[in-house]
Each structure stands twice: as C-alpha cells, then as structure tokens.
C-alpha cells in the first residue's frame, strides 16, 4: 500500500507517520507513506495556496491550482485507488470504511485547510470525502492521520498477532470485551475467574456476552445497525 498525503503542514505528520506501527510498516517495505508540501507546487511567487472566497464569505479558501499540480503529478506516476479529501461534511469514517480502504493499493489524502477547498476540486478531482466526527478541526492533518493509521494496521503482516485486529471494537458491529492482564488480584482487584480456567469454549461465551453488553450499554445505536 502507498499512501500521499498532501497538507500545508507537513511538519505536522512527518513525525506521526515516522513512529509505532507507521514506522514499523514501512520499514517491512508492506506500506509507503509520502508527505507532499502543497506549497511546492505553487505557482505563487510567495508560495501562497489559498485566497479570498468570492461572494463576500468570510475565511480563506485553498486554491485549485496547487492543489490540481499536485494530484496530477502523483496520478501521473500511477493509477489511485481513491483521492480523498478530509472534511467535516464527509462520509463518517468508520471501522468497516477502514477494512476496505485497507485492500486498496495507491491512496492520496489531501488535508483540508482555512473555510475548505475550491468546491471545483471536489467536483473533478476527488473520489471521497471523509469526517471523522461531527466537529471541526483546524486542519485536516489530524484525521488524516487516524485514516491512515486505522487503514494501515490492518494491512496484513503489519501487526504481528493479525487476530488481535480482527477482534478490535466495530469490527463486527459490537465493543470489544473488558481485557486484564497479570497479576490476576491487585489490591483486591479480581480478574473475572471465567478468564483463568482455561475453557476456551466458556471463555468465548462469556467475551462474546460481555461485548453484547457493553455496547447495549454505551452505543446501543450499533446494534441497531
């Protein structure tokens, strides 16, 4: 998997997608993570990439130029999955929009800025837009960012025990089970008995129970679903 992301910011992820998971990713050669400076590909002597809004808005917005030069360049090199775009009136991104971004093989990410982008680059350029919650940021680096860590964890061989992604909550529409580690009584603090008989068969009833009843608990919406 490859992954561009485009942002004014770049110093704003260099450092995330150098660390953890992300590192260890692309130092097995399974994923490529590329930064890309919106502001190189300019044709504004003061490398400016946003303006005013016509009609008076307030805010500013990022202009199409730079933004086409650099998309272009990239598709230019190869063939993409999908260009997305982060903004707050995307799609809600979710675990099941992760496993199947994860398959794909070439991503560009392009991090939103100031009131947003001119509309005309996500009328021609842009394959889908993402939300990663009803809020909005300063920037879109930061959901960039958890795009591309949600995807790339999944991708196979990047985590060592594979199964511990599948069982991750929203996976398959419930919260995970409560887990514990040693030692088994702390301060009193007892791990549920059910966890060290070692019957894998009650262990499973009782992890599959309590995830039923956690999200009943905290997001019944998912069951509705």
């Known amino acids: 998997m490859r992954i561009d992301i485009i942002t004014v910011l770049p110093e ?13 990713a692309q130092k097995k050669g399974l994923v490529e993570i590329h930064v890309h400076n919106l502001r190189d590909y300019t044709t504004d002597k003061h490398r400016r990439v946003d303006d005013y809004p016509f009609g008076g808005f307030a805010g500013m917005v990022m202009q199409c130029q730079p933004i086409d030069a650099c998309i272009s360049a990239l598709k230019a090199e190869r063939d993409y999955d999908e260009i997305i775009f982060t903004t707050p ?6 675990q099941p929009m992760a496993n199947t971004l994860s398959m794909a093989k070439n ?3 392009l991090c939103g800025h100031y009131k947003g982008i001119d509309y005309r680059i996500r009328e ?7 939300s990663i919650g009803d809020y909005v ?4 680096e930061l959901a960039a960012a958890v795009i591309a ?9 990047v985590i060592g025990d594979e199964q511990s992604a599948l069982s991750d909550s929203f996976q398959d529409n419930l919260l995970a089970a ?13 791990v549920p008995e059910i966890l060290l008989s070692g019957h894998d068969a009650k262990i499973k009833e009782w992890e599959l129970s309590q995830s039923l009843e956690r999200t009943r608990r905290l997001r019944p919406d998912l069951l509705k679903e």
């Open 107 to 109: 991503i560009i990410i």
């Open 137 to 140: 940021l300063t920037g879109g």
């Open 149 to 157: 860590d949600a995807m790339v964890r999944l991708v196979p061989g």
């Open 124 to 130: 021609h350029l842009i394959t889908k837009e993402i």
């Open 89 to 94: 009136d995307g799609e809600q991104f979710d």
């Open 12 to 24: 704003m992820l260099e450092g995330f997608v150098g660390t953890s998971i992300l590192a260890r």
């Open 178 to 190: 409560p887990v514990y580690t040693r030692p088994a009584d702390y301060k009193g603090w007892k």
